[in-house]
């Protein structure tokens, strides 16, 4: 996955998992071999989904955005998304 390679800021669990995945496979692949087991991971590509919206309308009727010890955390991350257009 292009993530476990080349990761940007706010994805670092992401590029973990990815990696971790791509990690295991190797290791799978090695410590199988002669077996007769064969090892594959199959990686799609992104994918078109409402995650992030979903997670947003989650989060706007769940948190008080204005009056959280983290207030300007989220107003920033808002303003992130907002500016990549994902929300």
């Known amino acids: ?3 476990a390679l080349q990761s940007g800021a706010g ?8 990696f971790a995945l791509e990690g295991l496979t190797v290791t799978l692949r ?8 064969q090892v594959s991971l199959i990686e799609p590509g992104p994918i078109t989904s409402r995650f ?4 947003l309308a989650h989060l706007k009727g769940t ?25």
């Open 1 to 3: 996955a292009m993530a």
């Open 11 to 18: 994805m670092g669990a992401y590029a973990a998992s990815k």
């Open 30 to 37: 090695m410590e199988l071999e002669g077996s007769g087991i």
């Open 52 to 55: 992030t919206a979903n997670a």
């Open 63 to 87: 948190i008080d955005l204005e009056n959280s010890p983290h207030a300007e955390d989220y107003k920033r991350q808002l303003a992130r998304l907002e500016a990549k257009g994902a929300i």
